[in-house]
């Protein structure tokens, strides 16, 4: 039954479990800050299956991810600032996933790894204790975060950027964090269905994996606020590193 489930999605064994390990291990990831879920998995991902496929699987299980901790998190956000980056970010997410599509793959590869690699780089950039409400930079905030939400799944970069500073809170961060990759998710499954990208075996792998997604995230939602910021961050890195090489040795 399973070699038969296993032929389905079209994978031998080794890569169902690297492909499992990963969703699996970027969700805890994902759980525990409220972000980092496709910075991880797409680029090692990328390693097992097409980059293209990797990122709209990554969008899929996003979008279908979603709704879990919304209500949560509504309680502890600025609903307009957010609402205003999210609609960028679904107007950004288009013109991502068109680049994407006339990208190498090998090309698009490291480009993803790079791109996830240098994400760490925004915790280091210095910046006000509080966000700027200003309409320009609620728009480049979420027409960056659509961009990269297409290209590479990964909204994440610009979205850190400006909500994770001392004056805001873990809980409003990651609530504000958690609403808008929704929001970037449904722009990105939107697109990709219109541009008839989701295909059967797309689905189909993404039903099997999202049970994985869903254990992933409830483990580490139960550890948020519990493990130092830099094991984590480290470990994220690390694996990382091993994505960008991986990516350096298939181009």
């Known amino acids: 039954m399973i070699d038969q489930a296993l032929a389905a999605l079209g994978l031998p064994w080794a890569a169902a479990m690297a492909l499992g390990g990963t969703i699996l291990g970027a969700a805890v990831v994902r759980g525990l800050t409220g972000f980092g879920f496709a910075i991880l998995a797409v680029p090692l991902m990328g390693l097992v299956i097409a980059p293209t496929d990797a990122v709209l699987l990554a969008?899929?299980?996003?979008?279908?991810?979603?709704?879990?901790?919304?209500?949560k998190a509504l309680g502890h956000i600025n609903l307009k600032l957010v609402a205003g980056i999210a609609l960028f970010a679904m107007i950004g997410t288009p013109l991502g996933l068109l680049v994407l599509a006339q990208t190498p793959h090998d090309v698009a590869r490291l480009l993803i790894a790079g791109i996830a690699v240098a994400c760490f780089g925004t915790f280091l950039?210095?910046?006000?204790?509080?966000?700027?409400?200003?309409?320009?930079h609620v728009a480049s905030t979420g027409l960056a975060a659509g961009f990269l939400n297409g290209f590479a799944a990964m909204p994440g970069p610009p979205v850190i950027l400006y909500f994770v500073r001392p004056g805001v809170s873990p809980m409003a961060a990651r609530g504000s964090m958690i609403l808008v990759f929704?929001?970037?998710?449904?722009?990105g499954t939107t697109t990709a269905a219109v541009r008839g990208l989701l295909t059967?075996?797309?689905?189909?792998?993404?039903g099997a994996a999202f049970p994985l997604m869903l254990l992933g995230n409830h483990v580490g939602a139960r550890f948020f606020g519990v493990v130092p910021e830099p094991i984590w961050r480290g470990i994220v890195v690390a694996l990382l590193c091993v994505a960008a090489a991986g990516a350096l040795a298939k181009l």
């Open 59 to 71: 969008i899929l299980l996003q979008t279908w991810i979603g709704p879990f901790g919304v209500k």
């Open 125 to 136: 950039v210095k910046r006000n204790p509080t966000p700027n409400p200003a309409v320009s």
């Open 182 to 187: 929704f929001a970037a998710g449904i722009a």
């Open 200 to 206: 059967p075996h797309l689905l189909l792998l993404s």
